[in-house]
């Protein structure tokens, strides 16, 4: 989609593409010589009609990138993490402060036949279409991919569901803890986090039934989470090299030699004993003493964070992923930024999420062109909300 949307771009910004009929245009900045300061999708727009995280997250990186982002929320309630917490910042919810910044809000009753053709309409002059609702859904109401089609060919739509389109578990809601649940993640892992690739072709190829493991790894010994004087530190020796550089550090030279642990495979055959002995070591050092020792060492490492100590980390501010914004409600507000760095562009300061219904009159005045009287009448009879400034 990126790079459909990288090549739609340019267009819009050079005046070549327009909404029907020529009236609209879609770029509403102004042309800039200096390609720095243009930011990839700047030009684009999305319709969001995404709730929850995995919509939310997407648009807010297309948003990042110079998009406009038309987020359609429900009247009165919102997006449904608008009420997940605590915590809270006043009567934000930090949930929906974190995945919905650098969009605008517009509040629409998509079960009205005016909030429908209100979603029609935009989608006609946007370039994205963004939904996450069970399969067959957006359908029902006449918004589904057949529907949009007809009024907007042009259009890239994109359906996110947790278990595809079609097939059996098709009409469940997918959130990732059950993803990981139904993936069998859950099953090698338990309440950790892993990579299910490798694991999964274990069993495809050579039909090897998963354990679980925790922090370590099926295939790779030393390769896990170990205890120390104040902490834990993970450390993985993905060779013999790696492993002798390992021994020498903790000054265990004499396992460099044992026969035991010559060869991963070995060392894999002979997890219990091997981690055991490293177990030990590492306890009687703290967590720095170990780091500053396997410093430089090409040796994969690193301590197991708190999150203040994540974002403390010299790398984490290096490379700016903490995003400073003002919120017209609840002031100045930190959230994670963008891991992803460009060598054109520099990132600049994000807007802050939108309230319910923030930017719903402008948009429909400033784009889709509705007049003061028609968009009194969709207010008066709540197929649209303005958020009302206090």
């Known amino acids: 989609m990126l790079a459909a949307l990288a090549r739609v771009a340019p267009l819009r910004r050079a005046g070549l593409l327009s909404g029907l009929g020529g009236k609209r245009e879609l770029w509403t900045g102004s042309p800039q010589s200096d390609t720095d300061s243009v930011k990839p999708l700047e030009g684009v727009k999305i319709l969001d009609l995404t709730r929850v995280l995995a919509g939310p997250f997407a648009t807010m990186n297309l948003g990042d990138l110079g998009a406009e982002v038309i987020k359609v929320e429900r009247p009165g309630t919102g997006d449904d993490t608008r009420t997940w917490g605590p915590p809270f910042v006043g009567t934000e919810s930090t949930y929906f402060l974190s995945v919905n910044r650098n969009k605008k809000s517009i509040a629409v009753n998509i079960k009205a036949p005016k909030g429908v053709k209100i979603i029609k309409e935009l989608a006609a002059v946007c370039d994205v279409f963004v939904e996450n609702y069970i399969p067959g859904k957006l359908s029902a109401m006449g918004l589904g991919y057949a529907d ?4 907007a060919p042009h259009i890239i739509y994109c359906s996110i569901t947790g278990y595809g389109q079609t097939g059996p578990l098709s009409q469940r809601a997918g959130y990732d803890a059950v993803a990981s649940a139904v993936s069998g993640l859950m099953h090698i892992t338990g309440p950790e986090v892993a990579c299910l690739t490798q694991v999964a072709a274990n069993y495809l190829i ?3 039934e998963a354990e679980r493991w925790g922090t370590a790894h099926g295939s790779i010994v030393p390769y896990q989470a170990f205890k120390t004087k ?3 530190l993970v450390v993985g020796a993905g060779n013999n090299q790696q492993f002798a550089t390992m021994c020498k550090i903790l000054n265990l030279p004499e396992l460099t030699d044992d026969c035991k642990y010559k060869t991963n ?3 894999v055959q002979n997890r ?3 981690i055991k002995i ?3 070591r590492f306890k009687e050092g703290m967590t720095s003493k170990w780091l500053h020792l396997f410093e430089g060492s090409g040796i994969p490492y690193g301590p197991i964070n708190n999150m203040k100590n994540v974002f403390a980390e010299p790398q984490v ?5 903490i995003m400073e914004m003002k919120h017209p409600t609840v002031g100045k507000i930190s959230v994670p930024g963008p891991a992803v760095r460009y060598s054109k562009f520099k990132m600049s300061e994000g807007r802050p999420p939108p309230l319910l219904g923030q930017h719903t009159t402008h948009i429909l005045k400033e784009v889709l062109r509705y007049d003061d009287s028609a968009i009194r009448e969709l207010l008066s009879t709540g197929v649209v909300t303005q958020h009302e400034a206090e």
């Open 148 to 151: 949009i089609d007809k009024i």
């Open 206 to 208: 050579a039909h090897k």
């Open 230 to 232: 104040d902490g834990y």
């Open 265 to 267: 495979y070995l060392r």
């Open 272 to 274: 219990k004993e091997l």
């Open 278 to 280: 490293l177990s030990a």
């Open 317 to 321: 501010l290096h490379n700016d992923l």
